[in-house]
């Protein structure tokens, strides 16, 4: 509640009045009205009447993308598009369905929003595009299969527009594509960054790891039947992680593949490594080679039962000199790739 003082100063601010004619309104307010009315009362009539709102909340702060969590519930965000994935369809339990995921970034990171089914017509609706600042509001977080936040806009969740004030996509530190390879020794928790390193090391244990066919959660087991907690008693579908160091020379980081990534580095899938572990989990490493150069963009955070720092991979690419070196003799004869 505003002092009389205050509200007098905020009328006389808005309508252009000087505080001796908004005082004078106020006592003619409270003659009109018998005196029924306090100075403070009267004021706020007098205040609506010259269009001073005096009763709206104040703004409510918005959420930086370097705060979101899983687990948040009503969350309000803005973010500039960094990115708009091309639409990805899917198959899972005999039902088919399509996702979109949207990097958005502040001044503090960048984050993925994922657009499932019928949300994905928003952005033709709305006519977004990469680069345009966008609101999230009544959404919630996830995480994803990657251990990263996700947001996701389920029932109660909108997209618009915004006007906020976000920095362009080349001041945002935590773009995948434009961001500079970073030094491991410089990585700090909950950045996304990117990093050229190498794999010197690999963690020699079961690859494999349960998870619900239909939405692919992880499994638990009970009296050797496999169960998913929303969908039952389920024939398990097996995915990959990988985890290893890997050391660009400033420094090392422990690292985590998981999947379409994980497949990547041993280079077969999933149903090709379970045939050569047939027998033998530990099969699957034989033929792997450690000390090939990638190019790795993820995000650092801190693994809670060692207390250590972890780059969680979500984009992996091997190094091509050949394609490097064509594109620096670009670059010096100044011509555009």
Known sequence: MFSLKEIVK???KVSK???????QKIGEKQIELSGLVSPEGAAYIVGKELGVNLLKEPAKRRLKVKNVIPGMRSVDIAGRIVNISDKRDFERGGKTGS?????LGDDTGVVRLSLWNGEIELLKELDVKEGDVVKVTGGYVKEDNRGNSEIRLGRMGKLEKSDTQIPEIKDIGG???TVNVKNIRDLREGEYSKVRASLVQV???NPFFEVCPTCES??????????????GNVEPKYNLVLSGVIDDGSGNIRVVFFRDLAEKVFGKDTEELKKVA????????ENLHLG??????????????????EFIANEIESVDPKGEAEKLLRRIRGIKD
Request: with cysteine.
């Open 10 to 12: 905020e009328i006389s």
């Open 17 to 23: 009045l000087s505080e001796d004619e908004v005082n």
């Open 99 to 103: 996702v979109v995921n949207i990097t």
């Open 175 to 177: 773009d995948f594509d």
């Open 203 to 205: 963690y020699r244990r």
């Open 218 to 231: 992880r499994l638990g087991k009970e009296e050797d039947v496999w169960k998913c907690k929303d969908h």
């Open 278 to 285: 047939s027998g033998d989990q530990l099969n699957v490493y």
């Open 292 to 309: 090939e150069e990638f190019i790795i963009r993820g995000r650092v955070k801190k693994n809670q039962f060692t207390e250590r720092m």
